[in-house]
């Protein structure tokens, strides 16, 4: 399974940006997907995640409202819309593909596969 993000970079806070995830190597819409990401001196958190019908769809309590995850099962990508920006949400974000249909919340657990990151920085 290959993983590769795109769309990460500068931005002034209160800004968007949309990153997006294309896969390959799997059979994308039997698979769950989402979004994590690293501050400098943190740990791996959960951003977003969605299910493999798009019908069910989590977020981080941090970013509910200004972030927005979608996927596009034709084009076998994983999309994050991210609005309002603030300074906090400068990170490395990584994409994932469950290893099922399901995602959840607030867990890495469901993770199979680990995209490269990509580096958004959100300038004050």
């Known amino acids: 399974v290959q993983l590769q993000a795109y769309g990460g970079g500068l931005v002034q806070a209160g800004g968007s940006l949309g990153l997006s995830c294309a896969a390959s190597?799997?059979?994308?819409?039997?698979?769950?997907m989402g979004w994590f990401r690293q501050a400098p001196g943190k740990e791996r958190e959960f951003v977003a995640a969605?299910?493999?019908?798009?019908?069910?769809?989590y977020y981080a309590d941090s970013v509910k409202g200004r972030f927005t995850v979608r996927r596009d099962n034709a084009k076998n990508t994983v999309y994050l819309q991210m609005n309002s920006l603030k300074s906090e949400d400068t990170a490395v974000y990584y994409c994932?593909?469950?290893?099922?249909?399901?995602?959840?919340?607030?867990?890495?657990?469901?993770?199979?596969?680990w995209g490269q990151g990509t580096l958004v920085t959100v300038s004050s």
């Open positions: 994932a593909a469950a290893a099922t249909r399901t995602v959840a919340p607030d867990t890495a657990s469901w993770v199979k596969s």
């Open positions: 190597g799997l059979t994308f819409s039997n698979y769950g």
């Open positions: 969605i299910s493999w019908s798009a019908r069910s769809t």
